[in-house]
């Protein structure tokens, strides 16, 4: 992990509350592994005090590049999105564990709302993945996954675009197709995927989003139960990224 002053290229509203983001750090860019993410301090002051951990969407190591995608939801990502080209973001990253990258395996990715952001990355990296994408009603970010796979389906709750529905209707249709199951979205699509994979004997490793506060390891905000049910684990180092039999999803 390390501290990096990083220069913005470009940041923008991609849809409703979501924005994108282009940094360039040669650190991040090199060294980033698909599910990492990065802690950026929002603003220059104390308030808000803590950095706000944001997934890394996508690398360009050729050009120092990193995206990342973002939502809205509270004063440290409002001030986010005050900054513009060619202003400078303090950066610790990057950081948790990342996904294990099986090559010869039959694998599917499925995503929920702006948990499709460490996604990316990940289809990139695996090159043959099936994608399940699913979205209230707005879809984002459906051309750059379609750089990484021939194999999307795209679901909306209202079913204004892709078919109507949820993406774990499909990936259960499907699930005997594959060896490997990636996620990362809302706790309860979470909880459908690990079970559903579970019930089969399918390999599944999820992206568990939490709050934090120091992202290394020091002050257990971002703690969550483990499977055990005797101990925690901490997302921000023992994740974000789990083995599903690894933590309890359970409410
Ligand atoms: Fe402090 Fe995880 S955010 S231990």
Do not use: W
């Not at 990355?121 to 707005?138: H, M, N, P």
Request: charged residues 25%; contains cysteine.
């Amino acid at each position: 992990m390390q501290r990096d002053i990083c220069r913005i290229l470009s940041n923008h509203k991609v849809t409703g509350n979501i924005y994108k983001m282009v940094i360039e750090s040669r650190i991040i860019s090199k060294k980033a592994l698909p599910g990492q993410f990065i802690h950026i301090k929002p603003g220059d002051g104390y308030d808000p005090l803590l950095r706000r951990p944001i997934s890394i969407c996508d690398l360009d190591a050729d050009n120092s590049q990193v995206t990342l995608l973002y939502r809205v939801c509270g004063k440290g990502t409002r001030l986010f999105t005050h900054t513009k080209t060619g202003d400078f973001l303090d950066v610790l990253g990057p950081l948790g564990n990342g996904f294990p990258i099986f090559h010869s395996k039959r694998v599917a990715i499925i995503g929920g709302g702006i948990g499709i952001a460490p996604l990316l990355y990940l289809s990139k990296e695996l090159i043959e993945a099936e994608v399940y994408l699913g979205f209230r009603d707005e879809t984002y970010m459906i051309e750059d996954f379609m750089k990484y796979s021939d194999n999307i389906s795209i679901y909306t709750e209202d079913g204004s675009k892709g078919n109507k529905g949820y993406p774990i209707e499909a990936l259960e249709r499907n699930i005997r197709s594959y060896d490997v199951v990636y996620a990362c979205g809302p706790k309860i699509m979470l909880r459908a995927v690990k079970n559903l994979c579970e019930e089969n004997h399918i390999e599944c490793y999820i992206s568990m989003e939490e709050r934090m506060g120091c992202g290394i390891g020091a002050c257990l905000v971002c703690a969550c139960e483990s499977s055990s049910n005797e101990e925690y684990k901490k997302v921000c180092t023992d994740g974000p990224v789990f083995n599903s039999k690894e933590v309890n999803l359970d409410d």
